[in-house]
């Protein structure tokens, strides 16, 4: 079945794209192939956990390896849902095909810990786009868990029976340089928030909105999305791109935004007015979501917490 979605979006995508007269009933149709929602039946279930990092595939050099084994420390004793990247999943540039080896030397031989063998969402980069993104959505068809519809998409998580969790994923680098994609995902992006009864909406993306990293700000995202984010009441940004690990918010909105780039390479960050945490580490943000609230820790590469962020 996922191959199935996967399939009929791309092609759906690649036809609609190509036709960029914004008729109503094209928009239709378009809103309908990329919004489809994955969710789950009823639960058990009273929290949901996932682990989410960007910025890695280097054939486990540059600290890759032992980012990897922390997660896979961290996620044998604390059970993860799903695991999202954020982007750059595949340097210097990308992949070139479903065969190529670095599915291998910086995905498959890297995360091969048992705690990890969970879903993969995938988010992606600039550096991804220097390669095939078709490939990466064609990997589908060939992991048990790697998961990725179309470059941008959303899907719903149960947190228990009465609270649902919206994923929406963000491909930022066409927000950034496409004018006439970014209108289509930005329409797209508001009618999946605008519709959406989840209490906790995530947003991720590569981009960072806001970064006292090397790249800084993204200014084409503080202007087009973040008053999406604002007037649907998003409660988290998730981002890569620069290499380290930070925590960011303006004091006047409720948006908490979340940098996780620490997946191999490191550089330097820099306190901005808005930041409340920055490292330049090796790790990834480890959430926990229940009815109340959302946990974010700052994991290194050991697996230990070093910063913990409770919102609410």
Same mark, same amino acid.
């Given at each position: 079945?996922k191959?199935v979605?996967?399939?009929?979006k791309?092609?759906?995508l690649?036809?609609i794209?190509g036709?960029?007269?914004?008729?109503k009933?094209v928009?239709f149709?378009?809103?309908?192939l990329? /919004?489809?929602?994955?969710?789950?039946e009823?639960?058990t279930?009273?929290?949901?956990s996932?682990?989410?990092?960007?910025?890695?595939?280097?054939?486990?050099?540059?600290?890759q390896q032992e980012?990897?084994d922390g997660?896979?420390?961290?996620?044998?004793?604390?059970k993860?849902?799903?695991?999202?990247t &954020?982007?750059d999943n595949?340097?210097p540039?990308?992949?070139?095909?479903?065969?190529?080896?670095q599915w291998?030397?910086?995905?498959?031989?890297?995360y /091969?810990?048992? /705690?990890?063998?969970?879903?993969?969402?995938?988010?992606?980069?600039?550096h991804?786009?220097?390669?095939?993104?078709?490939?990466?959505? #064609?990997?589908?068809?060939?992991?048990?868990?790697? #998961?990725?519809?179309?470059?941008?998409?959303?899907?719903?998580?149960?947190?228990d029976?009465?609270?649902?969790?919206?994923?929406?994923?963000?491909?930022?680098?066409? &927000?950034?340089?496409?004018?006439?994609?970014?209108?289509?995902?930005?329409d797209?992006l508001?009618?999946?928030?605008?519709?959406?009864?989840a209490?906790w909406?995530?947003?991720?993306g590569?981009?960072?909105?806001?970064?006292?990293g090397?790249?800084?700000?993204t200014?084409?995202?503080?202007?087009?999305?973040?008053?999406?984010?604002?007037?649907?009441?998003? #409660?988290?940004?998730?981002?890569?791109?620069?290499?380290?690990?930070?925590? &960011?918010?303006?004091?006047?909105?409720?948006?908490?935004?979340?940098?996780s780039?620490?997946?191999?390479?490191?550089r330097?960050?820099?306190q901005?007015?808005?930041? &409340?945490?920055?490292?330049s580490?090796?790790?990834?943000?480890?959430?926990s979501?229940?009815r109340?609230?959302?946990?974010?820790n700052?994991? #290194?590469?050991?697996?230990?917490?070093?910063?913990?962020?409770?919102?609410?």
């Amino acid at each position: 079945m996922k191959c199935v979605i996967v399939y009929i979006k791309t092609i759906g995508l690649t036809i609609i794209e190509g036709y960029m007269k914004k008729t109503k009933f094209v928009l239709f149709i378009y809103l309908f192939l990329v /919004s489809f929602t994955f969710s789950q039946e009823s639960t058990t279930k009273t929290s949901l956990s996932f682990i989410a990092f960007g910025d890695w595939g280097r054939d486990g050099d540059y600290g890759q390896q032992e980012t990897a084994d922390g997660m896979g420390v961290y996620a044998e004793k604390h059970k993860m849902d799903f695991i999202l990247t &954020l982007g750059d999943n595949f340097y210097p540039a990308g992949v070139k095909s479903t065969k190529d080896k670095q599915w291998k030397t910086s995905f498959e031989d890297v995360y /091969s810990d048992e /705690s990890l063998q969970c879903p993969w969402y995938i988010c992606f980069g600039n550096h991804d786009y220097r390669g095939s993104i078709q490939a990466q959505i #064609n990997y589908t068809y060939e992991s048990k868990r790697w #998961n990725c519809p179309g470059r941008y998409y959303s899907f719903v998580k149960k947190v228990d029976d009465s609270t649902d969790a919206l994923f929406v994923i963000l491909d930022t680098y066409s &927000l950034i340089v496409d004018n006439t994609l970014a209108i289509l995902q930005l329409d797209w992006l508001d009618s999946i928030l605008a519709y959406s009864t989840a209490k906790w909406k995530i947003a991720a993306g590569h981009h960072p909105m806001y970064s006292g990293g090397v790249h800084g700000n993204t200014a084409e995202l503080i202007d087009d999305v973040k008053p999406l984010f604002e007037k649907y009441k998003v #409660n988290i940004y998730l981002a890569g791109h620069d290499h380290d690990m930070q925590y &960011l918010k303006e004091p006047h909105t409720n948006i908490h935004y979340f940098v996780s780039g620490g997946g191999s390479e490191l550089r330097d960050v820099s306190q901005t007015r808005y930041t &409340l945490f920055s490292r330049s580490m090796n790790g990834f943000l480890a959430l926990s979501i229940n009815r109340s609230r959302v946990r974010v820790n700052f994991i #290194n590469d050991k697996g230990k917490r070093v910063y913990t962020v409770k919102v609410q």
